[in-house]
């Protein structure tokens, strides 16, 4: 294990240490075109993106929709959330 770590090693791995994601979940409530939109208007996917998104959602029970930093995530999770999707922050 290597102890001597550069400037810029050392903040690549706190930067990659304080990324989280927000995780979509399934449900039995929302629509596959209602989840799209959403994914669309509020975590700014394409429609692609949005689309496989939904799709990983729906069959694998969750997807990573968004990455960053909490400050960053926490509106955008809010905003999920309020329009009756199920997410959270890890």
């Known amino acids: 294990m290597r102890m001597n770590w ?5 903040e ?13 979940f399934n449900d039995d409530v929302n629509s596959f075109d209602w ?3 959403c994914l669309m208007d509020i ?6 993106q949005a ?3 939904t799709f990983l959602v729906h069959y694998k029970g969750k997807c990573s929709v968004k990455k960053g930093d909490f400050d960053t ?4 999770c809010t905003g999920l959330l309020d329009r009756g999707l199920s997410a959270e922050i890890h």
Do not use: G, R, Y
Not at 43 to 48: A, I, K, N, T
């Open 73 to 76: 995530l926490k509106p955008i």
């Open 6 to 10: 550069t400037q810029e090693e050392h």
């Open 35 to 37: 989840v799209i939109q």
């Open 51 to 53: 689309e496989q998104c």
């Open 43 to 48: 975590c700014e996917h394409d429609s692609l």
């Open 12 to 24: 690549v791995a706190t930067a990659e240490d304080l990324q989280q994601e927000i995780v979509l």
